[in-house]
């Protein structure tokens, strides 16, 4: 018997989470460690928990995420598009709650370079008249 696992790939800013998703019983794994143990607040256990919460899917999925690069709020943004877009590989019918909840759409702000004859990206060096 083979077993059906999902695979999706989220991004936010830098960050990079390939997530993928098998019948269980919600078990969420990040980086080879359960998830009390990898995310350290409540809200961005919440955040990860979203897309599931919102297409009644809590419990019902385990789920096995790498993420590396940025940040701790990025990772949890990677993760939670990843997740997201694992589902509408399972479902496609999810397809329109996601979208109205804006978890489709990849938030692709990153900072911007810093420019030569400047101080960073916008910021001028400082005018001296005399």
């Known amino acids: 018997m083979v077993e059906e696992r999902y ?3 989220g991004k936010r800013k830098t960050s990079i989470a390939r997530v993928w998703m098998r019948l269980g019983d919600g078990n ?3 980086n080879k460690k359960p998830i009390d143990e990898y995310l350290d607040t409540e809200i961005a256990k919440m955040i990860v928990a979203q897309p599931l919460e919102l297409t009644n899917t809590m419990g019902r999925y385990d789920i096995t995420a790498n993420v ?3 940040g ?3 990772q949890v943004g990677a993760i939670k598009h990843g997740i997201s877009r694992a589902l509408l590989k399972i479902d496609p019918k999810f397809r329109e709650t996601l979208r109205k909840a804006g978890f489709i759409t990849r938030d692709s ?3 911007e370079r810093k420019k030569y004859g400047q101080r960073s990206a916008r910021a001028k060096f400082q005018y001296s008249k005399r």
Request: aromatic share 14%.
């Open 68 to 70: 590396k690069g940025g």
């Open 7 to 9: 695979y999706a790939t």
């Open 28 to 30: 969420i794994i990040i």
């Open 109 to 111: 702000r990153i900072k």
């Open 72 to 74: 701790f709020s990025g």
